[in-house]
């Protein structure tokens, strides 16, 4: 199975890269390029597709339709990084996995608060990630299970942190990149996984409490154990 890995930034691309076996290469395609690694049974594509929604979109959705007019489609987009946390369900260094990836702030505020745009009649606001593949991932890697928010603007203040998890309350973590990816392989047709090192909580910005490393090394760790749950994960099974 091919597999795109889409990050955020170079270094935590490097960072899904230590897990992976042999030497890399890196394939320039014409928005984008690409650091190939060859693991048993698998071809990572690993892509630093940019920060926030619209490049990660954007920049995924290159990479997919290179793959698909080259006749050698993706059979699983994965978005993966670092991300805040929300406690106490997801502490410092922990793991995530979306079993839903949901824009947080995609819609219209209004007098009587915020509404989704799909509460507007159109769009959409969350990506599922195939059940069965979370459940095997999440095994795999220990990772906690549940909603993870995708935003424009990190979360700064312990007002915000709370209105978001009022508004959804299974959420264990922020991040600004994976609804972007997953609309990217939704258009495509392709499964979506979204994995992520927790590297601080949500809240308050405090960047001296930020344990960047610790989280990049949780990241790889992750990526070393998540190739066995993919050997066993049917694509067809839900």
Not at 171 to 200: D, I, K, Q, Y
Request: glycine fraction near 10%; hydrophobic fraction near 45%.
């Amino acid at each position: 199975m091919r597999i795109l890995v889409a990050t955020a930034v170079p270094v935590e691309r490097d960072a899904v890269a230590r897990a992976l076996p042999g030497p890399g290469t890196d394939v320039r395609l014409p928005a984008a390029t690409l650091h190939r690694r060859h693991a048993v049974g698998h071809d990572y594509d690993l892509l630093a597709a940019g920060v926030g929604p619209a490049l990660a979109a954007a920049s995924t959705a290159a990479a997919l339709t290179a793959a698909a007019l080259g006749g050698r489609p993706y059979g699983l987009v994965v978005s993966a990084g670092i991300a805040g946390g929300f406690p106490p369900e997801a502490p410092v260094g922990s793991l995530v996995l979306a079993d839903e990836i949901t824009a947080a702030d995609l819609g219209a505020e209004t007098p009587d608060g915020f509404l989704p745009v799909t509460d507007l009649g159109f769009g959409t606001v969350t990506h599922h990630p195939p059940q069965a593949l979370v459940r095997a991932a999440a095994t795999a890697t220990g990772a906690r299970t549940g909603t993870v928010l995708t935003v424009s603007t990190v979360t700064g203040s312990a007002e915000r942190a709370t209105a978001l998890r009022d508004r959804h309350p299974r959420a264990l973590a922020e991040a600004m990149e994976g609804f972007g990816v997953a609309e990217a392989a939704a258009a495509h047709t392709s499964p979506v996984l979204e994995l992520r090192a927790v590297s601080n909580a949500v809240g308050p910005r405090d960047r001296a409490a930020w344990r960047v490393g610790d989280a990049l090394t949780a990241l790889t760790e992750a990526f070393g154990k998540l190739t066995p749950a993919l050997d066993s994960w049917d694509p067809y099974e839900l």
